[in-house]
């Protein structure tokens, strides 16, 4: 009796697994898309460099790219900021040693009302973008996380299939 009530209870999470809205286990968003930057007159961009504490890092390297090709590198100063001008509106890449940001940089007066006034890079940032294979076992873990209903009813039927066929065992009048 104490082995079907077992059964029962493994079933019963199984299912409510598969009946949980994807938004009640899934993760934060995270925000799509370059971030909107309005270019100061003269093409100058402002930004800063902090780490994942919010400290500023003085003294940082800063990458510009704009499509895969560097156009500017600067270094911040001791407030974690830098500037660099000649820039263009378009989609630049911002890298520093340990962190990466892409912006949307825009001419004075045609920014978006979003637009933000500088760009900020966070160093040591462990968030990744993109596709990750992670080797042998990454394709499937890929394929899980992408279906997981499918994957949730393939659990609870290897939970209950045997706990079902297990019940066929007992003797009748037990």
């Avoid at 209870?9 to 899934?26: D, K, Q, R, W, Y």
């Amino acid at each position: 009796m104490k082995g079907n009530l077992m059964g029962t209870l493994a079933a019963a999470v199984a299912t409510f697994g598969m009946v949980l809205p994807p938004s009640a286990i899934a993760a934060e968003p995270v925000a799509a898309g370059p971030t909107d930057v309005a270019l100061r007159s003269g093409g100058v961009l402002v930004g800063q460099v902090v780490d994942q504490q919010g400290a500023a890092k003085a003294g940082a390297p800063v990458s510009i790219r704009f499509a895969e090709h560097e156009v500017v590198r600067t270094v911040t100063d001791q407030s974690g900021v830098f500037a660099a001008q000649g820039l263009r509106g378009g989609q630049y890449q911002l890298l520093t040693v340990d962190g990466m940001t892409v912006c949307r940089l825009w001419a004075p007066d045609t920014a978006p009302p979003a637009a933000r006034p500088a760009a900020l890079l966070v160093s040591g940032n462990t968030a990744v973008r993109g596709q990750w294979s992670g080797g042998p076992m990454g394709s499937w873990v890929g394929w899980i996380k992408a279906h997981p209903y499918i994957t949730a009813g393939i659990v609870a039927s290897a939970i209950a299939i045997p706990l079902a066929l297990a019940d066929d065992d007992d003797p009748p009048g037990s």
